[in-house]
């Protein structure tokens, strides 16, 4: 084992074995201190030569030259430059009493029907034999119930999110994306809503 130390450089260590050398390369604080740059290498860096080629080095140059020679590929990649911090400046603190509320305010806002129950009414238009139809979207609070929910017709309801349950008379039926179910008219139903989400169910009434 050969060992090679520049001050405040590098430390080498040379070492053949089994027919190949092996050459490590170690970093230390000068090096980055004089270059301005840090080095990345988890403080070692190594890499393995056959040794016949140590031979032809040494043979052709000097060993300190064959060993910078051969571990030039093994310090390319090892130094970078140190990332430069960016620093984003924090906003002033509120004044008491300050209130810069948001002037932004939905076109069809949900609307209080009812305990834990909201709804929208997203389209009504006239149909045919003079029927009305309306899209109208339940919202159910998330963990609530509703109940005695009534709708202005026949109407079917499908869950566009969430999951929970429905609840007619003595019939039950769960809950969940992508499920519809029927609501005969001047009937009532509760529904329940489970999780974290709320249960969101847009009805397609048909109004006499």
């Not at 004089?34 to 032809?56: D, H, I, Y």
């Not at 603190?93 to 949900?110: I, L, V």
Request: hydrophobic share 40%.
């Amino acid at each position: 084992m050969t060992v090679s130390e520049k001050k405040n450089r590098l430390v080498i260590v040379t070492e053949c074995y089994s027919g190949a050398c092996e050459i490590r390369i170690i970093c230390t604080s000068g090096i980055a201190q004089q270059c301005g740059k840090r080095c990345t290498l988890g403080f070692e860096k190594s890499a393995t030569f056959p040794s016949w080629m140590g031979n032809v080095m040494q043979h052709i140059f000097s060993f300190p030259t064959a060993i910078a020679l051969a571990t030039s590929v093994v310090l390319l990649g090892g130094c970078h430059k140190a990332p430069e911090r960016q620093t984003t400046q924090l906003l002033a603190e509120a004044r008491a009493g300050e209130t810069n509320f948001s002037s932004y305010a939905p076109k069809n806002p949900y609307v209080e029907a009812g305990n834990n129950l909201l709804t929208r009414t997203v389209l009504d238009t006239p149909g045919p034999g003079g029927i009305r139809i309306e899209l109208r979207d339940l919202l159910v609070t998330p963990g609530g119930t509703a109940d005695k929910v009534s709708l202005p017709g026949a109407a079917v309801l499908e869950v566009l999110s969430g999951e929970g349950k429905i609840t007619t008379g003595e019939k039950s039926q769960e809950l969940s994306q992508g499920v519809a179910v029927s609501l005969a008219q001047d009937a009532t139903c509760s529904l329940e809503s489970r999780g974290i989400t709320p249960l969101v169910l847009r009805a397609r009434i048909f109004i006499p």
